[in-house]
């Protein structure tokens, strides 16, 4: 399968992000991220230029600065395109993200590791109980890999993260959620589950399998990387 790019922008206080995924056998793999806070428009061209192939691949990115995007265009990037969102299209993207078995990332992709390990649901300050919303903070390399798998995403009217939980939930043999997902033991949550990796290990997220189990494959294998 050719690679997967995505890119979120930001600027002032919040990082513009690209990077470079694959897919195989249901695991997703980070190969590469290029981040930057404060980059100036005229300076994302050599900021993407990071990534490999970015130049000539079709990469899609956050629909909310078509401005940029066709600025992008112009220098060097003409398969940049705007990403299609919907209704829900987030929390079907998280669902997606950890409908993978697991997710290598690269060691050199610090942000994607830090990320993963700090992106969290809100808790109710009353009950201090989980709910299904997520937090907008941690989350701009994720968010990039959101609009990069855009095209492999299943639509759920923003049912998809619940989803995700019935079918956990069915396959251990406990009751679906009705509202909210189940709360574990520890909060916040980190969504895809990470811990952090060996500097010379690629970074193994455990998505799939036990709802809360996490686990770190050292010394992994994994092509291209």
């Known amino acids: 399968m050719s690679a997967l790019y995505g890119v979120d922008y930001g600027y ?13 056998e249901r695991v997703l793999y ?13 300076q994302l061209p050599r900021l993407f230029d990071r990534v490999p192939g970015a130049r000539e691949a079709i990469v899609r990115a956050d629909s909310a600065r078509p401005e940029t995007t ?5 220098h060097g990037y003409p398969g940049m395109r705007s990403c299609e969102k919907w209704s829900g299209s987030v929390e079907d993207g998280c ?4 409908s993978y078995e697991a997710i290598v990332i690269h060691p050199r992709c610090e942000h994607a590791i830090q990320e993963a390990r700090l992106w969290s649901y809100k808790t109710d300050a009353r009950t201090g109980e989980i709910t299904p919303q ?3 903070r941690h989350n701009h390399v994720w968010d990039a890999a959101r ?17 995700w939980y019935a079918e956990q939930l069915a396959g251990s043999g406990a009751p679906a959620p009705s509202v909210e997902p189940p ?22 997220i455990q ?18 990387l």
């Open 12 to 24: 002032s206080q919040d990082p513009s992000v690209m990077v470079k995924l694959w897919t195989h």
């Open 30 to 42: 980070v190969e590469y991220e290029s981040y930057a806070i404060g980059c100036d428009i005229d």
């Open 70 to 74: 066709s600025f992008l265009q112009q």
């Open 95 to 98: 669902a997606h993200l950890r």
């Open 134 to 136: 997520l937090i907008d």
């Open 147 to 163: 609009y990069a798998c855009g095209p492999l995403i299943k639509r759920a009217g923003g049912a998809g993260l619940l989803a």
């Open 183 to 204: 709360t574990p033991t520890n909060a916040p949550i980190d969504l895809l589950h990470a811990e952090q990796a060996p500097a010379a290990h690629p970074q193994t």
């Open 207 to 224: 998505t799939g399998g036990t709802l809360w189990h996490r686990a770190l494959r050292e010394g992994a294998a994994v092509k291209d």
